[in-house]
């Protein structure tokens, strides 16, 4: 109700650019904006008027609920036969010696280690070498499924799966049914960077390009399954390429419909060959949630990374179309860090999570990957015992 009327307030307002106000009443009336009106946004849109018009949307879909999950992740590797510019694992960054590659044995120790803790995921991801083959995934996913069944495998992108399959000589389609029946559960969002190839050649030419990581996220999806999306922000790239971006996710997404979230993921400059290239305000950080939230339309769900973008920045973003900031990670990422990230050792405590979230008002959630509720933590106190875990759905909000 109150989104509503600050909506209508915005319409109202006698002073409001003629574009940006039919752009709002669009979204008053649930329609599709436009390629041309989201760069209008961009262009126009100050902090403001985006946060009101994401905020209405956040909550039609979403209502109140905040949600996080508790996950750890596991790097196979900081070492990389690829050479993006914005990356602190690539090669010609790191030397070997400062590199590490973890055996079969070695993450399967990491599994281990959270064999007592209500963890539901591991997000695997790394950098890309020639050792870790389709073969080596796939023992690797079967083996956690073996260990622990309820554990959720989110793991590699398209990047590593466009140069396994290319190696093993199998097409996409093949390759992911052979990764699903393995052991892979769902798709993290990595490796799509900016699509627009002016400036994919430039910070990421070598790997797979956008039509293909477009391409591995369609058949994964026709197999029913579930992935996410990134988007990496604020380097060299125009805000007509951010859109372009969104717009080529958005058709995907029309046509398959299993994309679950969007996370804008904000280039950090530390140690990386584009270290001169400042980084964006948090302001541009907040418009660019906002933008995110209202240009994708069939997007259930946006999602602020907060390891890598400090946890004030996290619980702003809550009123800018943000409802999910990920997981408690337990200090198992290392990629924010290597970039310059403000969480040196990423972790929070379940508590931590839902008093941030508690703090800006809202309702907070713990969700499994697929976003069923694990525990619903608006009224519980922390001093009881922890609550009872119960999987289930929450209902359509709109
Ligand atoms: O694709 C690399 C990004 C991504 C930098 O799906 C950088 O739930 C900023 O995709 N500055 C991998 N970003 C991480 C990722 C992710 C993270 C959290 C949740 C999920 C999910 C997915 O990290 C890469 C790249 O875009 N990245 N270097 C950097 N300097
Ligand atoms: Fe390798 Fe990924 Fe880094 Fe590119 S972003 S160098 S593919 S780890």
């Not at 995934?137 to 793991?155: E, G, N, T, W």
């Not at 372009?244 to 060959?273: A, C, S, V, W, Y």
Request: net charge negative; glycine share 6%.
């Amino acid at each position: 109700m109150e989104a509503d009327n600050s909506l209508k307030l915005v319409i109202n307002n006698p002073r409001l650019d003629a574009d940006l106000k039919k752009i709002a009443l669009k979204v008053l009336e649930n329609k599709r904006i436009s390629f041309e009106e989201g760069v209008t946004l961009y262009e126009k849109g100050e902090l403001g008027y985006l946060g009101v018009l994401a905020n209405y949307i956040r909550e039609k879909k979403n209502g109140n609920y905040t949600y996080f999950n508790r996950n750890f992740h596991i790097e196979p590797t900081n070492l990389c036969v690829y050479d993006c510019k914005f990356c602190s694992y690539s090669r010609l960054i790191k030397e070997r010696s400062e590199g590490w590659e973890a055996t079969m044995e070695e993450m399967l120790a990491t599994i281990k280690k959270y064999d007592d803790e209500p963890v539901t995921e591991v997000h695997i991801v790394g950098g890309v070498l020639p050792q870790y083959n389709m073969q080596f995934y796939m023992d690797l996913f079967s083996a956690i499924k073996k260990h622990r069944p309820q554990l959720h495998v989110k793991a590699l992108t398209p990047v590593e799966y466009h140069y396994i399959f290319k190696k093993a000589k199998v097409d996409y389609a093949t390759g992911m049914r052979m990764m699903k029946d393995a052991g892979l559960e769902s798709m993290p969002g990595g490796g799509a960077e900016i699509f627009h190839p002016e400036i994919r050649e430039q910070i990421a030419k070598d790997k797979c390009n956008a039509e293909q990581w477009l391409a591995i996220h369609e058949e994964w999806h026709k197999l029913g399954m579930h992935s996410n999306a990134t988007m990496l922000y604020g380097h060299i790239e125009g805000f007509h390429h951010r859109i372009d971006h969104m717009e080529r996710l958005r058709q995907l997404q029309d046509k398959t419909g299993g994309f679950q979230t969007f996370i804008p993921l904000k280039f950090r400059n530390k140690d990386n060959q584009m270290s001169h290239i400042p980084e964006v305000s948090v302001i541009e950080d907040l418009r660019n949630y906002a933008i995110a939230r209202i240009y994708l339309d069939n997007f259930q769900h946006i999602k602020a990374y907060w390891a890598m973008i400090s946890r004030d920045t996290a619980q702003l973003s809550l009123g800018f179309g943000v409802d999910d900031i990920d997981g408690t990670l337990d200090d198992t990422t290392k990629i924010y860090s290597m970039a310059g990230a403000e969480e040196q050792n990423p972790a929070m405590t379940t508590q931590q999570l839902v008093e941030l979230i508690k703090q800006v008002g809202r309702h907070p959630i713990e969700r499994d990957t697929l976003y069923n509720v694990v525990t619903d933590y608006h009224d519980y106190q922390f001093e009881q015992t922890a609550p009872k875990s119960s999987y289930y759905s929450l209902p359509v909000v709109n």
